[in-house]
Nanobody, 119 residues
Framework: QVQLAESGGGAVQSGASLRLSCAGR??????RGWFRQAPGGEREFVAG??????WYGSSAGGRFTISRDTAENTVSLQMNNLRPEDTAVYYC????????????????WGQGTQVTVSA
């Protein structure tokens, strides 16, 4: 059973950086993805990673970098130059469909980690 947990969120000011981490059990999966969901909004794709590739949603805006530590089976999301519009709960999940940006292709969602960016 795929089961993941996120950590590393917090409250920061605009322009700051945060590094989110995702760890857990991911049997039978090939990719990991980060999504975010703002209050009242839909779950939005942020970034995805396989053992050899990375892909990003428009929300990453060239400011976010996803990375994977295969030995530790962890995935990180480095977020730089944060903006108030980045405020959301960030989730990670795992899947098998390469380059997917669709939340329906992922499973093992954790509780999420809150990121709050003030102006």
């Amino acid at each position: 059973q795929v089961q993941l947990a996120e950590s590393g969120g917090g409250a920061v000011q605009s322009g700051a950086s945060l590094r989110l981490s995702c760890a857990g059990r991911t049997p039978g999966t090939l990719i990991r993805g980060w999504f975010r969901q703002a209050p009242g909004g839909e779950r939005e794709f942020v970034a995805g990673v396989s053992v050899s590739d990375t892909w990003y949603g428009s929300s990453a805006g060239g400011r976010f970098t996803i990375s994977r530590d295969t030995a530790e089976n962890t995935v990180s999301l480095q977020m730089n130059n944060l903006r108030p519009e980045d405020t959301a709960v960030y989730y990670c999940a795992a899947g098998r469909k390469m380059f997917s940006t669709d939340a329906g292709d992922y499973r093992g969602w954790g509780q999420g980690t809150q990121v709050t960016v003030s102006a």
